[in-house]
Nanobody, 119 residues
Framework: QVQLVESGGGLVQAGGSLRLACASS????????MNWYCQPPAKPRELVAS???????NYADAVKGRFTITRDNAKNTVYLQMNSLKLEDTYLYLC?????????????WGQGTQVTVSS
């Protein structure tokens, strides 16, 4: 089992910045990728950014150049630095951990943290 706890969301004006954090605990040795997703209302979750154990990153086109995903292995924490925020970035943001445990691939999810961008 892996537990994920997100933090750092809130209300920010357009053009502002936020830094989200996702702290992981439990059997984290099986994790090989950490992801941030956003949850549009009544739609499937969308991948925002991901980072592998090797440090390779991937971003959705909508956030390239504005968001940065990083990880602090000593703290078992992944961050999403969100700059130049836009109204359309308003979502619930969820952290997920993907990996292999006992020979099976699995994903774990946090509860999410709300980001609201105002004009």
């Amino acid at each position: 089992q892996v537990q994920l706890v997100e933090s750092g969301g809130g209300l920010v004006q357009a053009g502002g910045s936020l830094r989200l954090a996702c702290a992981s605990s439990g059997t984290i040795e099986g994790i090989n990728v950490m992801n941030w997703y956003c949850q549009p209302p009544a739609k499937p979750r969308e991948l925002v950014a991901s980072i592998t154990n090797g440090g390779s990153t991937n971003y959705a086109d909508a956030v390239k150049g504005r968001f940065t995903i990083t990880r602090d292995n000593a703290k078992n924490t992944v961050y999403l630095q969100m700059n130049s925020l836009k109204l359309e970035d308003t979502y619930l943001y969820l952290c997920s951990a993907g990996g292999t445990w006992n020979g099976h691939q699995n994903y774990y999810w946090g509860q999410g943290t709300q980001v609201t961008v105002s004009s």
